[in-house]
């Protein structure tokens, strides 16, 4: 009998392995939602409780802990939080106080055997409440990589997918007074389904990467308010509350309190009300980012303090303009990374780390790559005078054929702008990057823009948009032939291959007026559908990085010889983008190995990524109409694509800023244009 129960064991666990592969699996654990519900805003403003510090884990990679029974013994059912056995009582999957991870943070940076770890990790808090005082009581999670489900004394109350955006739940109705297990499972495996789908260029950091909060708040309580400078001539302001139904019929008073103005509105039966006065309130800008406190209070319910900047970013005729006046974008791109340590950044001082690195280049923008970052980036960058870029992970090859995918990336969407449309510093808003150019994505990101025109009038619309490789790719090439048959100095051998390709390619003679027609300076456009779609036009290219190896498979001559000829070539390069808009470079750049030795003539060196500083910003400030650049990228950064050891390690190097902090060559390089007052020569 006892062989037998072991051979079942055995067998269940063989199979329950090979189920386990598959992420994102369903759990048979009866839901009570399936997304958590309205996000509730600035959490840190309002009354809560504070549950970041330490949490126990258990880490679970084969996501048995919300499983059927697989022993024939009954399920473990981890969510249940039992405590540890003691005793002759048997039990595996159980949390103990030795094992706990801290929160806010990825577990790969606390755990080095969690660093490459894709899989399930439950976490458990144990929280002492007396919760019958009326108020509601909302789970508020900052971010947590990739899925979360949320079980609260060991019923499933919702589930989220994301990993970069927050979400509320509300777990009012399932406390008890005493001790309450609050469980969360965190899973960051991701498939082709997910966004971002498992193949992209950065380290997927998982666990509960964003501040955890549990909100406490009157039942006439605030769900979220949107204010923005609606016109700049008369300053008018536009505040939007929404509030819960138990306030309809309230008053509600908002009122900027430095400088002395209030205004009221009762809110009507659909928790709603605006609110609309003219301010004599100071502007915000990076020059000056002059903030007010903002204070919201209904009537008998809750009252809400924010801190909040006013100003307005608008496009014409092809140009930006801040509160009116032209603006140009002098920034950099970056990850959520942090040279103050490994993983996720998350918090102030990290977020000052990295805008502090902005202001020493002497730049007024970041581009927040490639999804939203932690909330404490962009209120700093409120604090400090950044322009900011923030975008939605819809990276590369995303399922845009999937109704899942787009329910996701609506909610993902959702929950960035409603939790920053109050900030400052957010100009722009991305929703994709270097995606595919088909139908299926078209309509896919024209929903999501429309998503996000709804939720916010008062900002702009762009997307990191390539030029068409199948165009642009057999222009660029016939170009360099031209270049190199002019030179004289080329060896015979390489000259017939050239000159046999160049007929073949050009279908006519390499007669010298046909090469020096080829030769001219190249225009590339930006023909992208999406545009279309878009407020402001941005372009990632990498002249002086990628194109000589990919050239050299299409064209007879030798790589070093095409990279040089790419990099002679890069002042007369012009790009034409889409007509009205305006124009940002969002990604240039070069890989370097601080340190690594050999000077401008070898790649991956400090040197060489500074010549190609040098000659992209002085090919960018040439062109006609540029209204901005961020080149890629402020830090190295982790990535599963950048495996060349001894070089980068697993790193991506495109940084002005190694991971230890350590200044490269172009940093200085890009410092001296923008102090310059780059595109101005
Ligand atoms: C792409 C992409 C980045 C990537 C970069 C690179 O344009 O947007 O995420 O890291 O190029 O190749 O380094």
Redesign the pocket.
């Known amino acids: 009998m006892l062989l037998r129960c072991f051979i079942a064991i055995a067998l269940a666990c063989q199979a329950v392995a090979a189920q386990a592969q598959s992420p994102g699996q369903v759990s048979t654990v009866p839901w009570q939602a399936t997304e958590p519900e309205r996000l509730y805003q600035h959490p840190e403003g309002r009354r809560h409780l504070d549950l970041s510090g330490p949490w126990q884990v258990l880490v679970d990679p084969l996501s048995a802990g919300d499983r059927p029974s697989f022993t024939g013994l009954g399920g473990v059912e981890v969510y249940k939080a039992q405590p540890a056995p003691t005793g002759l009582a048997f039990a595996e999957f159980v949390f103990n106080a030795g094992k706990t991870l801290q929160v806010p943070a990825d577990w790969g940076r606390q755990d080095p055997r969690l660093d490459l770890y894709e899989g399930p990790v439950w976490y458990l808090k144990r929280l002492d409440l007396q919760p019958d005082d009326g108020l509601a009581r909302i789970l508020h999670v900052g971010a947590a990589n990739y899925r979360t489900d949320v079980y609260v004394n060991g019923i499933a109350v919702a589930r989220h997918e994301g990993g970069f955006t927050p979400f509320s739940v509300d777990l009012t109705r399932y406390l008890k007074a005493g001790t309450n297990a609050l469980v969360l499972k965190v899973d960051n495996r991701l498939d082709a389904l997910t966004v971002p789908t498992r193949f992209?260029?950065?380290h997927n950091h998982g666990g509960i990467t964003g501040p955890v909060r549990l909100l406490e708040l009157p039942e006439r309580r605030l769900v979220s308010w949107a204010i923005r400078l609606a016109d700049l001539a008369t300053r008018e302001i536009v505040l939007d509350v929404e509030a819960t139904s138990q306030a309809a019929g309230q008053l509600v008073t908002v009122s900027l309190a430095d400088v002395g103005e209030q205004a009221q509105a009762r809110i009507g039966p659909d928790g709603r009300a605006r609110l609309v006065w003219r301010t004599r309130a100071a502007l915000w800008s990076p020059a000056s980012p002059a903030l007010h406190r903002l204070q919201l209070s209904i009537a008998g319910g809750e009252n809400v303090t924010d801190t909040i900047g006013l100003r307005t970013i608008t496009a014409r005729n092809g140009d930006l303009f801040l509160n009116g006046e032209r603006l140009i974008l002098r920034g950099i791109s970056s990850h959520a990374v942090s040279t103050r340590h490994a993983g996720r950044a998350v918090g102030t001082a990290d977020a000052r780390q990295l805008l502090g690195e902005v202001k020493a280049l002497g730049g007024n923008f970041v581009r927040l790559?490639?999804y939203p970052h932690d909330e404490a980036v962009v209120r700093e960058a409120d604090r400090m005078g950044v322009l900011v870029w923030s975008e939605l992970p819809v990276?590369w090859a995303v399922a845009f054929e999937s109704p899942d995918a787009l329910t996701n990336v609506r909610r993902q969407a959702r929950a960035m702008v409603e939790r920053d449309r109050n900030r400052a510093s957010i100009i722009l808003w991305s929703v994709a990057?270097?995606t595919p150019n088909t139908p299926a994505r078209l309509a896919f990101l024209k929903e999501v823009a429309a998503d996000v025109r709804g939720l916010d009038q008062s900002r702009l619309l762009t997307a990191?948009l390539l030029v068409d490789t199948a165009k642009s790719a057999p222009l660029l090439a016939r170009t360099l032939a031209g270049r190199l048959l002019q030179d004289r100095a080329l060896p015979e051998g390489e000259r017939s291959r050239l000159a046999a390709w160049f007929e073949k390619a050009t279908g006519a003679p390499a007669t010298p007026d046909r090469i020096n027609a080829a030769a001219a300076p190249p225009v590339f456009r930006i023909e992208d559908p999406l545009a279309d779609v878009l407020d402001v036009a941005a372009l990632?290219e990498?002249f002086g990085w990628?194109y000589a190896s990919f050239l050299a498979r299409m064209v007879p001559a030798d790589e070093g010889r095409l990279a040089a000829a790419i990099l002679a070539l890069m002042p007369d390069v012009r790009f034409v983008p889409p007509a009205g808009k305006p124009f940002v470079v969002s990604?240039f750049?070069a890989?370097a190995r601080a340190g690594l030795a050999g000077g401008a003539g070898r790649m991956f060196t400090e040197a060489y990524q500074a010549e190609v500083y040098r000659r992209q910003l002085a090919m960018l400030a040439a062109h006609p109409g540029i209204d901005g650049v961020s080149p890629?990228?402020l830090q190295d950064f982790r990535?599963p694509l950048r495996p060349y050891p001894g070089v980068q390690d697993g790193y991506?190097r495109?940084g002005l800023i190694d991971e230890t902090g350590r200044r490269k060559q172009a940093f200085k390089v890009l410092r001296d244009a923008y102090r310059k007052g780059w595109p101005q020569r």
Do not use: L
């Open positions: 992209s260029d950065w790559a490639h990276y990057n270097e990191a990632n990498y990628y990604e750049g890989d890629w990228v990535s991506n495109k």
